[in-house]
């Protein structure tokens, strides 16, 4: 990007999903060094860099913001290109930046939320998300979600990104090994979040018609489905598109347990990778399960969470998918 577009003294970068805390600017970082590598390598001088990171207006901004002095000290001291960071709160799937005025554009892991629950999924009510089990109606009504928001995703950034610039999009996906659409193991996050309600239903904790009116504004793209939507959409060409597929192997830590030996060691290692799994999940979901069901439940609504992981250790499929491609604007 830097060199198609002549070495420029300024360009302006979006963090979109940046989330709060430190984690926020490590994307952010590598950008910069990145840049000021190859500005070195060509004899450029680096350009002044604005930042704009950006989530829904409910985000922590505040955590992030008091990280932001240290963050710039720490550019300062290594030498790197100026940078300047600002806030942008709203949902991408709406208009955030003027026109033609950003030059690249990073998402990681949140485009695979969807800006809103598919309608029409009466049919499957102790399902939170696509299962085996979900009728074909369901798998078409998120894709269809799905393509109707990276459609709009794409035309908003066309429009505020430069001719030849960029973005970097990180997605959770899935394979296309299997020809069912609606097939997702057993092991899968969001039948294990099925699995752990229906328990809480089961002993009276949580209403049926609670349960019946939960689904997750999520979904999980094969690569065809995200190709199909850009190649449509049409405002940007694909530089690059891979898959990446990561054993889960928080489900095999007993394989190296100390205490390999016996059953109780096994359970409680089991046990414990459950759990942390379990708290992965909770940190992305808690505010969504609290205001449906109400915060009392959380803390034994993951309890069974973590217990469901470790009965399911021994699942064959503990892999799990990433996408990510690399679009240039036309």
Not at 87 to 109: D, K
Request: a negative charge; glycine letters at 4%; hydrophobic letters at 35%.
């Amino acid at each position: 990007m830097m060199m198609s577009l002549n070495f420029p003294n300024y360009i302006k970068v979006a963090e979109l999903g940046c989330s709060s805390g430190q984690n926020t600017f490590l994307a952010i970082s590598e950008i910069i060094n990145t840049v000021n590598v190859l500005c070195k390598n060509s004899n450029q001088n680096p350009p002044e860099i604005d930042c704009c990171l950006n989530d829904l207006p409910e985000n922590d901004f505040n955590t992030t913001f008091k990280l932001v002095p240290l963050f710039i000290k720490e550019l300062m001291m290594t030498n790197q290109a100026s940078c300047f960071v600002c806030g942008a709160p709203g949902s991408f799937y709406s208009r955030l930046f003027s026109r033609n005025s950003l030059h690249f554009v990073h998402s990681s892991y949140s485009l695979h939320w969807l800006s809103k629950v598919p309608e029409k999924l009466e049919n499957d009510k102790e399902n939170v998300y696509i299962a085996n089990s979900s009728p074909q109606s369901v798998y078409k009504a998120y894709l269809n979600q799905f393509q109707r928001d990276f459609t709009m995703f794409l035309t908003l950034r066309s429009e505020e990104i430069v001719s030849n610039g960029r973005m970097v999009l990180t997605f959770n996906g899935r394979n296309t090994l299997n020809s069912d659409p609606s097939y997702r193991d057993c092991c899968h996050v969001w039948t294990l979040l099925s699995k752990s309600l229906c328990d809480l239903v089961f002993e009276g904790l949580v209403s049926k018609s609670k349960l019946e009116t939960f689904n997750m504004p999520f979904y999980d793209p094969n690569e065809q489905e995200l190709k199909e939507v850009i190649q449509n959409q049409g405002s940007f060409e694909i530089h690059d598109l891979e898959t990446h597929r990561f054993d889960r192997g928080d489900l095999q830590t007993h394989r190296f347990s100390p205490g390999r030996h016996s059953k109780c060691g096994d359970e409680e290692v089991n046990y414990k990778a459950g759990y942390n799994r379990a708290k992965n999940v909770r940190a992305i979901t808690e505010p969504m399960l609290i205001a449906h069901f109400g915060e009392d439940v959380i803390d034994i609504l993951f309890d069974k969470y973590a217990r469901h992981v470790t009965q399911h250790s021994s699942c064959t499929n503990k892999t799990t998918v990433t996408l990510v491609v690399a679009l240039t604007k036309k």
